[in-house]
């Protein structure tokens, strides 16, 4: 059974950092893209960074370029999302999605497997 869990979420001030972790289980795929997306209340969500098991790193997002980075860890079983320089703007939930595609995108449309979350909130 497909399974990811987020985790490393919460309160954090303006300027602090935080890593999120995306424990993914119960795939076999073989080309893949792994993405974070975030979405605000009253906002859609919003693609942020994906990483290919074919391609490497990818960002959708200027305003997270240089701020966030992207990375696997060991056998693939762990995606994690390095956040620093975190603003009010960043507060939302965080998620990760993982499909089986040949080339990463931001839509969250072109995604499946979902998991369920992890509220990030920075405020001072």
């Known amino acids: 059974q497909y399974r990811l869990v987020e985790s490393g979420g919460g309160l954090v001030q303006p300027g602090e950092s935080l890593r999120l972790s995306c424990a993914i289980s119960g795939f076999t795929l073989d080309t893949y893209c792994v993405a974070w997306f975030r979405q605000a209340p009253g906002k859609e969500r919003e693609g942020l960074a994906s990483i290919s098991s074919r391609f490497g790193d990818i960002y959708f997002r200027e305003s997270v370029k240089g701020r966030f980075t992207i990375s696997e860890g060991d056998a693939w079983n762990r995606v994690y999302l390095e956040m620093k320089s975190l603003q009010a703007e960043d507060t939302a939930i965080y998620y990760c999605?993982?499909?089986?595609?040949?080339?990463?995108?931001?839509?969250?449309?072109?995604?499946?497997?979902w998991g369920q979350g992890t509220q990030v909130t920075v405020s001072a």
């Open positions: 999605a993982i499909e089986q595609r040949r080339h990463c995108t931001a839509d969250p449309s072109g995604y499946t497997h």
